[in-house]
């Protein structure tokens, strides 16, 4: 099993910044993969960024990209995602996902493993 902590949501004007973090613990030798997804009310679930767990590829969804950094601390097992120029449509709750060896896709259906959630209000 592996476990996903996040942290660092809030409460933003628009045009401004927030640093989002999960912390994965458990069987991580079992990720290929962290990603970022967010909800809002009465929406689906979407994409939002990703990142291999060597830390050496990245693909964002197209609404965030340039505006939205993901990285990865290797030592210490976390993913810090960048979000700069806000929107209030970047409003939602974020959810830190992993992805198990073996599978390949971006769909929330790809990744097993998933955080609680920190929700993130933009305010225009």
């Known amino acids: 099993q592996v476990q996903l902590v996040e942290s660092g949501g809030g409460l933003a004007q628009a045009g401004g910044s927030l640093r989002l973090s999960c912390a994965a613990s458990?069987?991580?030798?079992?990720?290929?993969?962290l990603a970022w997804f967010r909800q809002a009310p009465g929406k689906e679930r979407e994409f939002v960024a990703a990142?291999?767990?060597?830390?050496?590829?990245?693909h964002y969804a197209e609404a965030v990209r340039g505006r939205f950094t993901i990285s990865k601390n290797s030592a210490k097992n976390t993913m810090d995602l960048q979000m700069n120029n806000l929107d209030p449509e970047d409003s939602g709750a974020y959810f830190c996902?992993?992805?198990?060896?073996?599978?390949?896709?971006?769909?929330?259906?790809?990744?097993?493993?998933w955080g609680q959630g920190t929700q993130v209000t933009v305010s225009s």
């Open positions: 990142i291999l767990w060597t830390g050496s590829l990245t």
């Open positions: 996902a992993a992805r198990s060896l073996g599978v390949w896709g971006l769909s929330a259906s790809d990744f097993g493993s």
């Open positions: 458990g069987r991580t030798y079992r990720i290929s993969a």
